[in-house]
């Protein structure tokens, strides 16, 4: 079992209006072992 507490930020950045810049953060965010916002 694995659980990964996601920041709100997250959230707002994955379903931003402009969908290349959602595409993005969701290509960065699977790149990830720990989620870095900073990143």
Do not use: T
């Amino acid at each position: 079992l694995s659980l990964q507490i996601i920041p709100i930020l997250l959230g707002e950045m994955l379903s931003d209006a402009d969908s290349k810049k959602a595409k993005r953060v969701m290509e960065a965010m699977l790149q990830m072992n720990k989620i870095d916002i900073a990143q």
